[in-house]
C-alpha cells in the first residue's frame, strides 16, 4: 500500500511563505517524477511544478521565480518551497507521484492534499 502524505499548509498573509512537504511511504522500487498541483475553489486541479528522478524541474509560468520544488530521494519526500505568496494562490495542494513497484509497473498516486490560504 503505497501513500502519499502532505504537510505544511496554513494561512499566511501576503508576502509570506510556508513550505509544504510529501512524503511517500509503502512497497516501492523507485519514486520517478513528483509534482504538486492545486484547486481553487470552483476551479480545476491545475499543475504547479514538477521534478523528475534525476532532477529536471517545469514550474508554472505564475509561480516561476516565487515557488521552488526540491526533493529527498533517502527520504521519499518532495519539497515546496513557496515564497511572495499571493491571495490567488490560495488553493488545496495536492502532491502527485509516479512509483514503479518491484513488479516493474508503474502508478501514479496522489496525496489527500493540504489548504494553503493567502489572507491578510
Known amino acids: 500500500q503505497v501513500q502519499l502524505v502532505e504537510s505544511g499548509g496554513g494561512l499566511v498573509q501576503p508576502g509570506g511563505s510556508l513550505r509544504l512537504s510529501c512524503t511517500v511511504s509503502?512497497?516501492?522500487?523507485?519514486?520517478?517524477?513528483m509534482g504538486w498541483y492545486r484547486q481553487a475553489p470552483g476551479k480545476q486541479r491545475d499543475l504547479v511544478t514538477t521534478?523528475?528522478?534525476?532532477?529536471?524541474?517545469k514550474y508554472e509560468d505564475s509561480v516561476k521565480g516565487r515557488f521552488t520544488i526540491s526533493r529527498d530521494n533517502t527520504k521519499n519526500t518532495a519539497y515546496l518551497q513557496m515564497n511572495n505568496l499571493k491571495p490567488e494562490d490560495t488553493a488545496v495542494y495536492y502532491c502527485?507521484?509516479?512509483?514503479?513497484?518491484?513488479?516493474?509497473?508503474?502508478?501514479?498516486?496522489w496525496g489527500r492534499g493540504t489548504q494553503v490560504t493567502v489572507s491578510s
Open positions: 521534478i523528475t528522478g534525476g532532477g529536471n524541474i
Open positions: 509503502g512497497s516501492i522500487f523507485r519514486i520517478n517524477a
Open positions: 502527485n507521484a509516479e512509483i514503479s513497484n518491484f513488479a516493474q509497473i508503474t502508478y501514479n498516486y
